[in-house]
């Protein structure tokens, strides 16, 4: 089994920053990819950012030159930091990993990130 735990989300307003953190546990030697994944009320959860064991990354059209996500493969945990925070960024966004990049196995519970006008 892999767990994953989320935390970081938060009210900020809009142009101000925040920093999720995902913690992976249990069997992770099978996770070749992590990323974040966002849902809004009544949208369909859409990738946001991936990253893969080797330090691949690919961003969603909407946050590259505002979002970066990194990894540390020691200590397991993968990190978005968001940046220029506009309202449309407000969703849950959810950890992920897998063994395919945009084939998620494993998902976190969920953390809200909301962006005021």
């Known amino acids: 089994q892999v767990q994953l735990v989320e935390s970081g989300g938060g009210l900020v307003q809009a142009g101000g920053s925040l920093r999720l953190s995902c913690v992976v546990s249990?069997?992770?030697?099978?996770?070749?990819?992590m990323g974040w994944y966002r849902q809004a009320p009544g949208k369909q959860r859409e990738l946001v950012a991936a990253i893969t064991r080797g330090g691949s990354t690919i961003y969603a059209d909407s946050v590259k030159g505002r979002f970066t996500i990194s990894r540390d493969n020691a200590k397991n945990t993968v990190i978005l930091q968001m940046n220029s925070l506009i309202p449309e960024d407000t969703a849950v966004y959810y950890c992920?990993?897998?063994?395919?990049?945009?084939?998620?196995?494993?998902w976190g519970q969920g953390t809200q990130v909301t962006v005021s006008s």
């Open positions: 992920s990993a897998g063994s395919i990049v945009g084939r998620p196995g494993y």
């Open positions: 249990g069997s992770i030697f099978s996770i070749n990819a």
